[in-house]
């Protein structure tokens, strides 16, 4: 079951820094481009960010580029998407998922069977 899990949300001040993680307990996540994804109250799923198999090229939603990233760790089986200077509008659930992609390219575009977990919150308050 191709299920991934996300974690390391929580409550954070604008300028700052936070952390997720997605990870895979049934399957090798080197076999997938994997993309990070977002949902705000009352407002349509946003795709935030995806990387390639190897980790290299990754891609950015525009609302997020120059200051979100996102990495691998094979080893690990962990994705991450690091979240830097962080604004009020980055609230939001955050889900990581299947993407279309290969070892060196990726799509912030969901694969059609990407299945979705439970994501983890992510709330920026002053």
């Known amino acids: 079951q191709w299920q991934l899990v996300e974690s390391g949300g929580g409550l954070v001040q604008p300028g700052e820094s936070l952390t997720l993680s997605c990870s895979a307990s049934e399957f090798v996540l080197e076999t997938t481009a994997v993309g990070w994804f977002r949902q705000a109250p009352g407002k349509e799923r946003e795709g935030v960010s995806c990387i390639s198999r190897s980790g290299e090229n990754p891609r950015y939603g525009d609302s997020v580029k120059g200051r979100f990233t996102t990495s691998r760790d094979n080893a690990k089986n962990l994705v991450y998407l690091h979240m830097n200077n962080v604004e009020l509008d980055d609230t939001a659930v955050y889900y990581c998922?299947?993407?279309?992609?290969?070892?060196?390219?990726?799509?912030?575009?969901?694969?059609?069977?990407?299945?979705w977990g439970q994501g983890t919150q992510v709330t920026v308050t002053s």
């Open positions: 998922a299947r993407v279309f992609g290969g070892p060196l390219w990726c799509q912030i575009t969901p694969q059609t069977r990407a299945t």
